[in-house]
């Protein structure tokens, strides 16, 4: 059974960095995909960032694009989602997820019904 340990987070002003780093136990499959979504008090759960294991294929959303970079290190079974220029509407509840998948493809899904492990959340608060 795959786990996901998340850590990282806290409080940052705009226009600061910061690192969530999602811990994975268990096996990962080549083809499996790891995400980062986040959720607002009051808001649906959206997809941040994704990352195909096996082909390293990464999908952002439109917002966070040439801000944030997610990134694995193979070796650790590690994630990592690296939040730069950090606006207040950044300000939320980050989780990892991983999607497992038997089969060969690459796509990143950006919704979170085919996310089966949920990783147990992380604060990330952006505000001066």
């Known amino acids: 059974q795959v786990q996901l ?19 994975i136990s268990g096996t990962i499959y080549s083809n499996d995909v790891i995400g980062w979504f986040r959720q607002a ?16 294929n990464k999908q952002y959303k439109d917002s966070v694009k040439g801000r944030f970079t997610i990134s694995r290190v193979n070796a650790e079974n590690t994630v990592y989602l ?11 509840v980050y989780y990892c997820a991983a999607e497992r998948r038997n089969y060969h493809n690459t796509r990143v899904s950006s919704t979170t019904g085919p996310y089966d492990i949920w990783g147990q959340g992380t604060q990330v608060t952006v505000s001066s």
């Open 82 to 92: 690296q939040m730069n220029s950090l606006k207040p509407e950044d300000t939320a």
């Open 41 to 56: 008090p009051g808001k649906e759960r959206e997809f941040v960032a994704g990352i195909h294991w096996r082909s390293n």
């Open 5 to 23: 340990v998340q850590s990282g987070g806290g409080l940052v002003e705009p226009g600061g960095s910061l690192t969530l780093t999602c811990a």
